[in-house]
């Protein structure tokens, strides 16, 4: 069972920046996507951008673009380099990999593997 760890959340003030990454332990079919949904206590997760095997497709929520930019650094690493945060962003964010699908129609019980999560927090 492929393994899914992230890193780089934190805290930081409206307007900051934070750049999460995530690590798969084994590469994943090429169909596949990964990328990170976010989660606030007692709402359902929500996607946020995604990349494709390739690094050529990407997707981001309407709330990400302009301001989130995803990227992948290896064949089984992704960034998400998140500007200009708002207190909104606040949230428990989730590395993840599955079919475009998760993304792209908004769900999460498509995604196939999570990561265990990361806080980011954003004060104004």
């Known amino acids: 069972q492929a393994q899914l760890v992230e890193s780089g959340g934190g805290s930081v003030e409206a307007g900051g920046s934070l750049r999460l990454s995530c690590v798969a332990s084994?590469?994943?079919?090429?169909?596949?996507?990964t990328g990170w949904f976010r989660q606030v206590p007692g709402e359902g997760r929500e996607p946020v951008a995604a990349?494709?095997?390739?690094?050529?497709?990407t997707y981001r929520a309407n709330f990400a673009r302009g301001r989130f930019t995803i990227s992948r650094s290896s064949a089984n690493a992704i960034d998400l380099q998140m500007d200009s945060l708002k207190p909104d962003d606040t949230a428990m964010y989730y590395c993840a990999a599955g079919l475009p699908d998760a993304w792209m129609n908004k769900r999460p019980e498509a995604v196939n593997y999570w990561g265990q999560g990361t806080q980011v927090t954003v004060s104004t």
């Open positions: 990349i494709n095997s390739g690094g050529g497709a």
């Open positions: 084994e590469s994943f079919p090429r169909n596949y996507y």
